[in-house]
């Protein structure tokens, strides 16, 4: 206990010295607003198990352990639990993860380990999760950043355990595990490593500790394809308890030790569980809003799952695995994976440059890392390895981004190499051969989504023009903003939209906007979603190129009320078609802006009642309450910023589009004892008493020192 002691004791000197902590009194309990449930039933893809912020692990059940339902490894209505895997991602479309599955049982069995449970049993908050399996075994599951910390008791001394090693959140794949080498070290330690492909290929290494030593076990036969063991653990537990700590690491079963030596040396569940509270008080206190208790639990069940990730993956001695396999020495122990750029670089990013400053210089370290190993910058990693999923080259704008708040805890000459050099030198879904060739991505030289990948690589283009033109570097600022006006060689302006191209500068044809397309479901020239929800792309970086492209402010206006009036053809879930007003598709990341658009025209008030309509009508308090794929914490994102009355349409220019603020008052922690306090005072938008002009506010504004914003 002394042991315990002693490493609690450092760690909160560490997390003191490198948060936000002592800026503000984090009481009262704000874990006591957050549902983990919320999002669980339904395409919002959540789990309830316990994580810490930004932290390697993420232990819960797993119900099923493939199917698009099931990314996350759980869906609420499910009445079967599997067993409790240490890993899984927070609301994505595809699955990875669920690495390491535990399941406690007490009749003898050798197959069909699933078990069901009393739902009502099922209870979760930040840092604990408990149920009850019909089996009358009580789970109870917490976690340090790179240890999960099992507690299972049973209804009688004689207790038996599954260790599944070969499990995993599949996707497309029946096999998983490519290779293991697995020791029984002893009996209260089993230690070794699994090279899996899935949705990434990754090494992971591990290391089970048992409070109690097991009596027996046994290796279940080998089914076809597997290439991993599951054991049977057999234990005589005089007081019913079995204690399981389990630790990860991407480098070796060493770095596995290491990091549960240090976060977890002792066996105290509960000072477990009351240091993880601790933690996510630290956190979850860096806003606070005057609202309801059902608003509350909305709002602060967003921001537990913006701090989901990214996952940092270095281990405690800063050592790190690499997408080129070799292993790498972090800057201040920092190295961040799960990093679903093409949603959360619209929001979630932006966000944690106001109210968590102290990880934004770690990312861009680790986006710039990874490219300096794989040879250009991430698009969409998990374990430190890319899925390349999605389009564009969306670190781009969360490193301009950073540069122009004035982020110098990284190499800027050297990110922005590294930012020219994604951009020039063809790669993963990037061909800029066939881009520069003809100004866009023709739809017969390119198969998939070549409307949308022009779009896309247009804010890439724009946000490297900006670092540029910051940096004083005029020829690289030039070469990117003209081609970052490459959007207009697809406006159609017959059809007033973005309308794929062939490479004789033939449109296609027939051409219908209201169609949807996806990759994987109905492949097209859009990347789910359709050319009405595209349209608006380029606002993301050239508002004042889309009013002139239709026309002037009226014009805009006028497609702006199109959009949000002309009914859905057939809404398809899988094309992105959900919560829908309109094109609006609020349950994908195309649309989370456009409502924001009308702040640029004369009519402010059209965007503010629709901004409170998608506010009111796709969020709830329940597991139903998230229509569509939290992606990382974009969904959750778009509901902070809107509670607060502003969003960042432009991601990396440091402006905020206002809209309305969804509560009476607010008080947003911005680090270094600074606050910004948002009053509703049912007037138009003024800051520190003086009426905003413009449609926006800088981050410099409201980060500068008692900011008051009022509405």
Not at 76 to 86: K, P
């Amino acid at each position: 206990m002394r042991y315990y002691s002693l490493a609690l004791i450092a760690f909160m000197c560490f997390f003191k010295e490198n948060s936000l902590e002592n800026t503000h009194n984090p009481s009262p309990d704000y874990t006591q607003f957050v549902n983990p449930f919320i999002g669980t039933d339904g395409t919002g893809h959540t789990f309830p198990g316990p994580c810490m912020p930004f932290g390697m692990v993420q232990p819960g059940p797993d119900n099923r352990d493939e199917g698009w339902d099931y990314t996350s490894g759980y869906q609420y209505q499910d009445s079967i639990i599997m067993g409790f895997s240490q890993t899984r991602a927070n609301g994505t479309g595809i699955s990875e993860f669920g690495d390491v599955l535990l399941q406690p049982f007490t009749v003898n069995k050798k197959d069909h380990f699933e078990e069901s449970y009393l739902k009502s049993s099922e209870t979760a908050t930040p840092g604990y999760y408990r149920v009850s399996l019909k089996n009358k075994v009580k789970v109870e599951l917490t976690a340090t950043e790179r240890v999960a910390f099992h507690q299972y008791t049973y209804p009688n001394r004689n207790a038996n355990l599954l260790v599944d090693l070969q499990h995993g959140l599949r996707f497309l794949t029946d096999s998983l595990v490519l290779e293991s080498a697995v020791q029984i070290e002893n009996t209260r330690t089993i230690s070794g490593y699994c090279h899996t492909k899935n949705w990434v290929d990754k090494k992971y290494y591990f290391v089970l500790n048992f409070n109690q030593p097991f009596a027996s076990h046994i290796q279940l036969a080998r089914k076809p394809k597997e290439n991993a063991p599951r054991y049977i653990l057999k234990f005589d537990l005089p007081d019913k308890i079995l204690n399981i700590k389990v630790s990860l690491s991407s480098v070796n079963v060493e770095g596995a030790k290491k990091n549960m030596e240090v976060e977890l040396p002792g066996w105290d569940f509960k000072a477990t569980v009351a240091h993880a509270k601790q933690v996510w008080n630290t956190y979850l206190s860096r806003i606070e809003i005057e609202a309801d208790k059902k608003q509350k639990t909305i709002f602060y069940s967003c921001l537990y799952r913006l701090f989901l990730q990214p996952s940092n993956i270095a281990d405690v001695d800063s050592l790190y695995r690499g997408p080129d396999d070799k292993i790498h020495l972090a800057v201040n122990g920092e190295y961040y994976s799960t990093l679903s750029l093409w949603d959360t670089h619209r929001a979630a990013h932006p966000l944690y440059t106001l109210i968590a400053p102290e990880r934004v210089d770690g990312f861009v370290r680790s986006m710039v890392a990874h490219a300096q190993t794989a040879g250009f910058l991430p698009i969409w990693t998990a374990w430190g390895q890319d899925n390349y999923c999605m389009i564009g080259n969306h670190a781009i704008p969360v490193m301009a981004d950073a540069y122009r708040k004035g982020f110098k805890g990284f190499d800027a000459e050297q990110a922005l190499q590294e930012m020219v050099k994604s951009s020039t030198q063809n790669h993963f879904n990037s061909n800029w051969t066939l881009l520069n060739q003809y100004g866009y991505y023709p739809f017969d030289s390119l198969d998939n989504e070549a409307v949308s990948r022009t779009l896309e690589h247009g804010v890439d283009d724009a946000a490297i023009a900006q670092m540029a033109e910051n940096m004083g570097k005029k020829e690289i600022a030039e070469q990117f903003q003209k081609r970052a006006a490459y959007y207009q060689n697809l406006y159609d302006p017959t059809t007033r939209q973005m309308r794929g191209k062939d490479s004789k500068g033939h449109w296609r044809s027939p051409f219908n906007p209201l169609m949807a397309t996806s990759p994987m479901n109905n492949p097209g020239d859009y990347t789910e979603a359709n050319a009405w929800q595209y349209f608006w792309t380029p606002a993301l970086h050239d508002v004042p190129g889309m009013v002139q492209l239709l026309g002037g402010k009226k014009g805009f206006a006028e497609q702006l009320d199109s959009f949000f009036t002309i009914k859905a053809l057939h809404p398809n879930k899988h094309l992105g078609q959900e919560a829908m007003i309109g094109q609006y598709a609020h349950g994908n990341e195309p649309s989370h802006h456009i409502a924001y658009l009308y702040a640029f025209t004369d009519h402010p008030e059209k965007g503010r009642a629709l901004l409170h309509r998608i506010y009111q009508e796709f969020y709830d308090d329940t597991p139903q309450g998230m229509i569509g794929n939290d992606d990382c914490g974009q969904m959750s994102a778009w509901y902070i910023f809107t509670t607060l009355g502003f969003y960042p349409v432009n991601p990396f220019d440091g402006a905020f589009v206002l809209g309305a603020a969804q509560v009476k008052n607010a008080v947003v922690h911005v680090g270094k004892g600074k606050a910004l306090r948002i009053e509703q005072k049912g007037g138009q938008p003024a800051l520190n008493g003086k009426l905003i002009p413009q449609p926006s506010v800088r981050y410099e504004e409201l980060t500068g020192g008692n900011a008051v914003l009022t509405f």
